[in-house]
């Protein structure tokens, strides 16, 4: 929904409290150019070098999960955000991609 208000919303339902990860795409900016920050998530958002390009991917990890146990993986594309998560048995990539609607008009 692009909305900051939907943004909160969704990071303060109870039933999201029992997920791990969130995948968005097209996040909510403020005219500061700044993301939703919650104090129960952790935000990833693409590693970009170009200013003037709108970040159409975000990450956020659960602060239950330790931020020695996850990192930021550099990919160099305002579409995507890549987080490695780990534990003593297993590392996994997690990749936030945007992927544009098509229209049934391009088919």
Avoid at 51 to 78: D, F, G
């Amino acid at each position: 929904m692009k909305s900051r208000v939907g943004m909160e919303a969704l990071m303060n339902d109870p039933q999201t409290q029992n997920l791990d990860i969130l995948l968005i795409q097209e996040p909510s900016v403020t005219a500061y150019r700044t993301h939703v920050n919650h104090r129960l998530w952790q935000l990833y958002q693409p590693i970009y070098t170009e200013e003037e390009i709108r970040m159409r991917s975000h990450l956020y990890v659960h602060k239950r999960i330790s931020t020695s146990a996850h990192r930021q993986i550099h990919c160099n594309s305002p579409d995507i955000t890549v987080v490695k998560i780990w534990t003593n048995e297993i590392q996994i990539l997690v990749f936030s991609v945007y992927i544009p609607s098509i229209s049934y008009n391009q088919l």
